[in-house]
């Protein structure tokens, strides 16, 4: 089974957790996009989606999914997306898709948080995959040196312009041991806006697919 076929499994399992009347917030990526695909087949049940990129907007909105300010939809009782890593607490390595940003607003605002992933997802010390960290143009230089102190390699991401018109700085060289004190010191760079460690707020839930079937995980 191809690791496509198993992010599709991991997506279609989310769809027991969406409930009639919903509104559901909407991650970025490979796997999100068969979450949404397999959303369409219930989009009359639902009330519409919040979504966390334009790239998922257009997917949404192509099948004719309504696509939901969240300012208008408040608090939102469920937040389905993918990761590039994830530890057995469920904290995560997100941003893979440039998309970290929206994507940590949409899931501070939800209830509860299912990630879909294929198996490959599943690590014991995050850092393998390297750690997108979304900054302001003019910071790039002052917030790479940082990095750089605290024993990263970060490389700018080539042609890469965020939905917020901002930069990716991909940090190589890390081993996360401690992933909410990384999270909380380098949120504190000033010119970062986003880190791509999802450990404050981990994931309540964790769908892998596997070729035997759909793991599920918690905390
Ligand atoms: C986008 C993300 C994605 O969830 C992450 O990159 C996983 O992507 P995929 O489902 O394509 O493997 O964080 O910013």
């Known amino acids: 089974m191809s690791s496509d076929d198993l992010k599709k499994r991991a997506a279609e399992a989310a769809l027991e957790y969406v409930e009639d009347n919903m509104i559901v917030g909407v991650g970025t990526g490979s796997t999100v996009n068969h979450f949404i695909d397999a959303l369409a087949r219930i989009k009359h049940r639902i009330d519409g989606a919040v979504s966390s990129s334009e790239a998922s907007t257009q997917r949404l909105k192509a099948h004719h999914i309504p696509v939901l300010d969240l300012n208008a939809a408040g608090p939102l009782p469920l937040y389905v997306d993918g990761a590039d890593e994830s530890n057995h607490s469920l904290q995560l390595i997100k941003g893979g898709g440039a998309a970290l940003t929206r994507e940590k607003i949409v899931a501070a605002a939800s209830e509860q948080f299912v990630c879909i992933a294929d198996q490959s997802k599943l690590v014991d ?14 910071a790039r230089s002052h917030v790479a040196r940082e990095l750089l102190k605290r024993g990263g390699q970060p490389v700018l991401r080539e042609h890469c312009v965020t939905d917020n018109g901002n930069l990716i700085l991909d940090v190589y060289n890390l081993r996360i041991l401690e992933p909410a004190r990384l999270e909380a010191e380098l949120n504190n760079i000033p010119g970062v806006v986003t880190v791509g460690l999802f450990a404050l707020r981990p994931a309540d ?15």
């Open 205 to 219: 839930l964790l769908l892998l697919g596997t070729p035997t079937g759909v793991r599920t995980l918690r905390p």
């Open 125 to 138: 010390v995050l850092g393998t995959f390297p750690l997108p960290v979304e900054v302001i143009p003019m």
